[in-house]
């Protein structure tokens, strides 16, 4: 019995442990020097420290003294078929896995990340 909890327990902490994170450092302002801001470089924005945003890749940000930290808001596909390829809806942060030739077909796959 302890080894079905055990493994129970490991299965759900594996997709947190393939969450993509990153993180930058903090920018000085040098118009107003002591004022912090963060960039992010997927959109090449800058943001105010104590602010929170999702940018453009669906990942979700949050700006802190020490500087700026995203993670994804959504999966990656991975281990699909070479004949399919992966459609993203960038705007509501979801994808699709189809078949090239032929979108109306769902191809199997895993997921990481999220």
Same mark, same amino acid.
């Given at each position: *019995? +302890?080894?079905? !909890?055990? #493994? &129970?327990? @490991?299965?759900? &902490?594996?997709? &947190?442990?393939?969450?993509?994170c990153y993180r930058e450092m903090a920018k000085i302002d040098i118009e107003q020097p002591g004022l +912090? ?5 997927? %959109? $090449? ?6 602010? $929170?945003?999702? $940018?453009?890749?669906?990942?979700? /940000?949050? /700006?802190? !003294?020490?500087? *700026?930290?995203? /993670? %994804?808001? *959504?999966? +990656?596909?991975?281990? =699909?078929? !070479? %004949?399919?390829? @992966? #459609? =993203? ?5 979801? =994808?699709? @896995?189809?078949?090239? $030739?032929?979108?109306?077909?769902? /191809?199997?796959?895993?997921? @990481?990340?999220?």
């Amino acid at each position: *019995m +302890r080894s079905v !909890a055990a #493994l &129970l327990i @490991v299965c759900c &902490l594996v997709p &947190l442990a393939y969450t993509a994170c990153y993180r930058e450092m903090a920018k000085i302002d040098i118009e107003q020097p002591g004022l +912090r801001f963060c960039e992010d470089s997927w %959109d $090449n924005t800058q943001h105010r420290v104590g602010t $929170n945003w999702v $940018n453009s890749g669906c990942q979700s /940000c949050s /700006c802190g !003294a020490g500087g *700026m930290e995203c /993670c %994804d808001r *959504m999966a +990656r596909p991975s281990g =699909y078929p !070479a %004949d399919c390829e @992966v #459609l =993203y809806d960038w705007k509501e942060c979801t =994808y699709e @896995v189809v078949k090239k $030739n032929d979108p109306s077909i769902t /191809c199997p796959h895993s997921a @990481v990340g999220k």
